[in-house]
């Protein structure tokens, strides 16, 4: 099963997103419950403890649908409660929309996200305009371009990852990659599909100017 989520983010590329999208199923968090409810989505789920909304927003979302708000002090982040629930769900694929931008401890703390141990078996991309984020496991990938995207890069979450990488305009063999490494920042695909192999989980960034 897949399921779209919105947590903020009110820029033409994410209305575009609703009206390509506006068939799928949606969960927000927070901010983007109202975000769908304008688009003319009503979402299935809805998350957070919506201290980011005004008492007005409030009572628009209410107008339209019922909310249980979680405690603003809690130990988890509005977009974590999320993952985990629907993962618990049942759902298998997850697209992130408007989780990078603003505040960048909460933009890299949504990237970690991908490692939780709960979440890292789930296929979660994490997506704005300009970067598809995703998670590839340890072992081997045929990954594929994704349509609008120039650049590919390859950031390590442990501390030494071994990297292959064929069908590249900068192929690799066994490459020691540790962290502070930019040398696998903007390498690019010469075909719609590359091979990839990592020994370790490694974070893969699909990215245009």
Not at 24 to 43: F, Q, R, Y
Not at 78 to 87: E, P, R
Not at 167 to 184: M, N, P, V
Request: hydrophobic letters at 35%; glycine letters at 8%.
């Amino acid at each position: 099963m897949h399921i779209n989520v919105i947590v903020r983010d009110a820029s033409s590329h994410i209305q575009e997103v609703f009206r390509e999208r506006q068939d799928e199923p949606w969960a927000g968090v927070d901010h983007g419950v109202v975000l769908l409810l304008k688009a003319g989505i009503k979402p299935e789920y809805n998350y957070g403890d919506f201290d980011s909304i005004t008492e007005e927003e409030k009572e628009y979302i209410r107008e339209h649908m019922d909310i249980d708000p979680v405690p603003k002090e809690k130990d988890d982040t509005d977009l974590a409660l999320c993952l985990t629930d629907l993962v618990s769900k049942g759902y298998q694929s997850i697209n992130i929309y408007g989780a990078t931008g603003g505040r960048m401890d909460h933009a890299l703390g949504n990237i970690h996200l991908l490692m939780h141990e709960q979440l890292k078996k789930t296929k979660i991309k994490i997506i704005d305009r300009q970067n598809v984020i995703s998670l590839l496991h340890q072992g081997k990938h045929e990954v594929r371009r994704q349509e609008g995207m120039k650049y590919i890069s390859f950031l390590p979450f442990n501390g030494e990852t071994t990297l292959s990488l064929d069908g590249f305009l900068y192929d690799l063999d066994e490459q020691l990659i540790e962290f502070g490494t930019t040398l696998t920042i903007s390498n690019e695909f010469t075909k719609n599909i590359g091979n990839v192999h990592t020994d370790n989980d490694i974070l893969m960034i699909q990215s245009k100017d």
